[in-house]
C-alpha cells in the first residue's frame, strides 16, 4: 500500500488551504440564509460555540489521524483502526464524491453569475426579473449542466496541477483576496441608511431566539462549514509536516471560517434589512435578493461583480478540497497518476452532477423521501454521512487510537493536561452524543 510523500510548502500554505476547504459556499451561500430563517443570533452563537468545541476537537482529530496514518483517508483509518475504519474510510471518499458532484452544480451557478456581472446582465429594478433568471437557470438541465461542467473542468485543472502547486498556490493568492473583497462590500453594505437592523438581526440575542431546532442546525452546520466527516482534513492532514502543530493550525482554520461566515452575514443582512427586502429567503437570498439589491445601490454593478468573484473564490477553494479525496484515494489504492485520476474524476463527477442539475428541472417529480435528488443527497450527506465519519473519526481518535493521537497533538509544543484532558473527554464522549443527536434528528 503507497503512502504519500507529498507535503504542504509551508505551514501558512496549509493553514490556507485549510481554511479555503473550510471557507466555501457553506459560509457565503448557506450560512446568511440558515442565519436568516433560524432566527439570527438563535442560531449563531451555538454555531461558535459548537464550532470551538466539538468543532475544532473533531478537525484537530482528522488532521491527527491523516498524519499519523499517512496517505488516502482510507489508508490512514485502515492504519490506525483496521478493517472496521477502513470501510469508513472508504466511505468517507464516496461522501466527498457525491458532496462535490452537487457543489460543483452550484459552483457552476456561480460561474455563471460572475460572467453575467461581468456583461452587466443582472442589473434590473425589477425582482421578478432576477427570479426569472435564476429559475430558467436552475430548470433548464442542460444549461445547469453546461455551467456544472464549466466549474468541475476549473477544479479539476487546478487539482491536477498538485498539492503544492495547484491547491496550495491558489489557496495562497485567492484567500487573501476573498478576504479584502469581502471587507470592502461589507463596508459598502454598512453604509446604507438602515442597516444597523441588520447587525442587530445577526447580533441581538435573547433566549427566545434560541431554538431546539437553531441549536440542531447549527450543529450540523458546523460539520459543514469545517468540512468534517467525509476524509478532507484526514487527507490533508497526511501532507503535514512533523514540524507543524496541529492544535494551534486547527485554531487557526476554524478561527478563519468563523470569521468568513460572520462576514459574509455582516455583507449581506445589512444590505438586505435597508432594501426592505426578506431575510427568510432562503437559498435565493445571494442569487437573487443579493443581484437586485446591488442593482439599486450606485456603483452596485461593481459590487456585484466583487461579490460574484468572491462566491466562485470560495466555492472553487473548498472543491478542489473533496477532490483531493478521490485522487489521494485513487492514487494511494489503485496506483493512479495524478492527471488519469482527475480525468476519471472529471468524467465520474459530470455525469452524477448532471442527475442533481437535471433534478430542478424535467426530473423534478423525482422524490426520493419527499425531496428532489438534489436537495435528497443534500440532506443524505449532510445529516447522515458526514456526522457518521466525524462519530468514527472521534471513536478512533479517542478510544482505540488515543496513544496517536496524545502524540500528534503534542509533537510539536506540549499542551498543558487540562488542553490534553478536553480534547481527549471531547472525543471520547462529547463529540460521539452530540454526532448522535444529529443524526437522530437528521433521520
Ligand atoms: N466547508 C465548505 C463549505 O462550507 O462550503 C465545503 C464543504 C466541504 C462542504 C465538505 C461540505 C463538505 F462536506
Redesign the pocket.
Known sequence: MATTATTWGSRIGFILAGAG??I????IWKFPFWAGINGGSGFIIPYIIFTFTIGITLLIAELVVGRAGRGSALHALKHLGGPVFSVMGGIAVLTSFV?LSY?SVVGGWCVKYLFDSLCGELVTNDPKVLQATFGALVGDGLTNSLWHFSFLTLTCGVVALGVVNGIERLSKYLLPTLFILMIVIMIRSLSLPGAMEGVKFLFDFSFDKLTWMSVLNAMGFTF????LG?G?MVTYGAYLKDSTDIPNSSLWIAYLAIQTALLAGLMIMPAVFAMGQDPNAGPGLVFVTIPFIFSQIPFGWCFMILFNVCLLVAALT?SV??LEVCIAYLQNEWHMKRISASILCYVGLALLGCVSALSFGVWSEVKIFDRIIFDFLDWF?SNIM?PLGGLSIALLAGWKAWNSTYIQVNLVRKYSASANSFIKFSLRFLAPLLVLVVIATGV
Open positions: 476547504s473550510a466555501g459556499l457553506g459560509s458532496i457543489y459543514f462549514s469545517l468540512s467525509c478532507i473548498s478540497s473533496l450527506c458526514m
